[in-house]
């Protein structure tokens, strides 16, 4: 059984910065995409961030050049390093990895971690 373990979440000031971390574990095979998704009180869950296992990497646009996805493949770990964060970056987090074949890979989530971004 595959397991995600988040941590790094919180609350910081408008322009501040915050590093969430993933650490995936058990029997993973196949593709190996790990990714960051947020989903902001009465909005629908969205993509933020993803790397594969050869660190391809796709961001959302509204995240651009503020967020950095990479990944430690020998810990199986996926990091989100978040600058310049805006109130409309509040929002749970949630970590994701897809494995197995790519025509009809399995998903596992993590629980989440809030990031609240406030004065």
């Known amino acids: 059984q595959v397991q995600l373990v988040e941590s790094g979440g919180g609350l910081v000031q408008p322009g501040g910065s915050l590093r969430l971390s993933c650490a995936a574990s058990?029997?993973?095979?196949?593709?190996?995409?790990m990714g960051w998704y947020r989903q902001a009180p009465g909005k629908e869950r969205e993509l933020v961030a993803n790397?594969?296992?050869?660190?391809?990497?796709r961001y959302a646009d509204s995240v651009k050049g503020r967020f950095t996805i990479s990944r430690d493949n020998a810990q199986n770990t996926v990091y989100l390093q978040m600058n310049s964060l805006k109130p409309e970056d509040t929002a749970v987090y949630y970590c994701?990895?897809?494995?197995?074949?790519?025509?009809?890979?399995?998903?596992?989530w993590g629980q989440g971690t809030q990031v609240t971004v406030s004065s």
């Open positions: 994701n990895l897809k494995y197995g074949v790519s025509w009809s890979p399995l998903s596992t």
């Open positions: 058990g029997s993973i095979f196949g593709i190996n995409v």
């Open positions: 790397i594969t296992g050869f660190r391809s990497k």
